[in-house]
């Protein structure tokens, strides 16, 4: 029999992992803080937890992937979390972008309870979440890495173990550093095409399968030429990595100008009210 699964977070991507594992036939349990955002997998038959403390009372792995890191630290260290009420055994899989010292926090925390815990992140947007084809870069002990990688492999194709406690989180700080500047790089790209004249879907098509070639030109490039800011991955919850990178390069002693900028301009585009928009939005910084 499959084990009971735990998913905290059901929001723009949580939603599609979650029914992934349910899709693979995996017994699941849901909490998210808006009960309307689960109602898809209760009625395809998830059981709704009303705190993570009767979800650690049922489930033998859960994972998390939620907004800010005080919310993470509520969730596994408040009075209803899952490390206070949680027993030995148990596998936590934090998939919140958050601090590479949170995650060791979590780590050590739930060891002293017997308990196991991996930090997950992971990049790819809704698209990758609704396609089952996420990266997810792994930190923790590589032995419990793969116990849980067949389940990873429900809602993820890249699945890479990074290291010890805190190795994921750090991994997907070079992975946000290279999204942002790259984002600015998009912009200015499809701006420079129609102030050219040129059809900036033709461009596409040339540029796409080049050198100049990324997931954030093929998948999200397209959104801004069609004006569609759905988020796949809030404004809000980028600026919100782009700190946690600074703060963890100004601990490793290096300068990074480009995030820098990336961040700047960002903030601009959520204070126009674009903070709850996808990450594409960021075109708007010109409007």
């Known amino acids: 029999m499959k084990s009971t699964i735990g998913f905290i977070g059901t929001g723009v991507m949580g939603k599609s992992m979650a029914g992934h594992i349910q899709k693979a036939g995996y017994p699941l349990i849901v909490y998210n803080r808006t009960k309307s955002k ?25 994972f998390t992937i939620i907004g800010e890191p005080q919310d993470v630290e509520e969730v596994y260290f408040g009075e209803n979390g899952l490390i206070p009420n949680g027993k030995g055994g148990q596998i936590l899989i934090d998939m919140t972008t958050s601090q590479p010292s949170l995650a060791k926090d979590i780590y050590i925390q739930a060891k002293e309870k017997g308990m196991f815990s991996l930090d997950a992140p992971v990049s790819g947007g809704d698209i990758g979440a609704e396609n089952g084809t996420l990266a997810i870069m792994v930190g923790g002990d590589e032995d419990i890495f793969n116990k849980v990688h067949p389940l990873l492999s429900t809602f993820g194709d890249n699945i890479v173990y990074q290291g010890g406690a805190g190795a994921g989180q750090h991994t997907k700080m070079c992975n946000q550093i290279a999204i942002c500047t790259n984002m600015i790089g998009i912009c200015e790209s499809i701006l420079y095409a129609e102030k050219a004249g040129l059809d900036p879907e033709s461009v596409l098509k040339s540029i796409s399968s080049g050198a100049a070639g990324s997931w954030s030109l093929s998948n999200l490039a397209p959104r801004i030429i069609q004006k569609d800011y759905a988020p ?15 703060s963890e390069a100004e601990k490793l002693g290096i300068d990074l100008p480009g995030l ?26 010109w409007s």
């Open 38 to 62: 689960a109602e898809e997998l209760i009625q395809n038959g998830a059981i709704w937890a009303e705190t993570p403390k009767q979800m650690v009372e049922q489930a033998s792995i859960i």
């Open 232 to 246: 796949g991955f809030y404004i809000k919850h980028f600026i919100k990595d782009m700190k946690i990178a600074l």
């Open 260 to 285: 820098t900028l990336a961040k700047e301009m960002y903030e601009k585009v959520a204070q126009k009210g674009e903070e709850y928009n996808g990450t594409q939005a960021l075109i708007k910084y």
